[in-house]
C-alpha cells in the first residue's frame, strides 16, 4: 500500500525549537477518531510530528524540531513523534491494521530520510509510556516488537512499497538529450534553459496559469520558482491523476522527483501516439 501525506503547521509553534535530525521514535495513539489533532494539540499545549489514520498521513512539526508530546525532555528534544488514530474508543481503543500498516511505511521511510537505520524497541522505537505515567500508546505498546520486525525487514528487502520508484533510480534515469550523463539533473538544466527562452504568451498558453516570464531571465525566474513549488506540494493522488503513472511522492523532494519521472514516462508515450500515427519508426 501507499500512504497519502498533508501537512496543518497550526501547532507548528508548539515545539522544543531545532534539533536537526531525530535519533528514533515514539509511537502514540490519539485517544481519538480523527486526524484533525491540532485543536486538540492547541488546548493542551502539546504536539507530535505526525498523525495516521488509515492510509493518509498528517504532518504537524517539522522533522528537525523536537515536539511537545511525552513530557520527557530527552523524548521531546530527540525522537520523532507520530500519533495513531483509534478505530474505536474506551475501553480497549484499538487501532484499523490499516493504520498499523501506514505507520511501518512511514516509520521506513524516515529511517531511510533520516540515517537511522534498524529499529530496537527500547533502543531508538519507543511508547509514549516509557517516559511518562500514561496507558498511551494503548494496544501499540505490545505490539511495537513486531512493528520493528516489520520496519527492519523493508529497510533489508531495500523496499519502499509496492510499485515503488527509488530517488535514486529517478536521480539517474536516462533521459534523452541530456548532456552529459542523461541524469536529473541535466534534465532540469535543459528544462530551466528551455524556460529561459519562451516569451511569456508560450509559457502560459502550455501550463494554463498565468505567470511572471518576464521579457528577461530574471524576470523568468518567478516562473521557475513556482513550478518548483508545485512539485513540493504535489500529493501523490494529483501526481497520479494527472500522469497515470503510479509514483511513491512520498514524504521529502527526494522521493517527489519520481513525479518528474512519471511526467517523462507520459510525455514518451505521447510522442510515441503520434510518431504511430504518422507512421515515423
Known sequence: MAYTL????EAANNTTGYRGAPQGFCIHHSAGMTLDMVPTFLANQTS????IKLDKVRQFVPDTCGAWATGNTWANTYLLHIECANSAGEPDWPVAEETVDTLVELLA???????????AVGDNLFGH?????TFCPGVLYGRLGEIADRVN???DSGAESEDD??????WNYDYDNTAPGGNM?????????????TDGSAAQAETGQRVDTGATPLGRIPYIEGMLKQLCATDMASAEAETGEHVNTGANMALRLAYME????RQARVLGAIADKLGVD
Do not use: P, T
Not at 109 to 119: D, F, M, T, Y
Not at 165 to 170: E, G, K, P
Not at 262 to 265: I, L, N, R, S, V
Open 6 to 9: 498533508d501537512s496543518d503547521w
Open 48 to 51: 507530535a510530528h505526525y498523525g
Open 109 to 119: 521511510a524516515k529511517c531511510r530520510e533520516h540515517g537511522i537505520g534498524r529499529l
Open 129 to 133: 509510556r516509557d517516559f511518562y505515567n
Open 153 to 155: 525487514a523493508l529497510l
Open 165 to 170: 520508484v527509488s530517488a535514486q533510480d529517478v
Open 185 to 197: 539533473y541535466n534534465a532540469v538544466v535543459r528544462g530551466m534553459r528551455e524556460l529561459l527562452d
Open 262 to 265: 512519471a511526467e517523462q514516462k
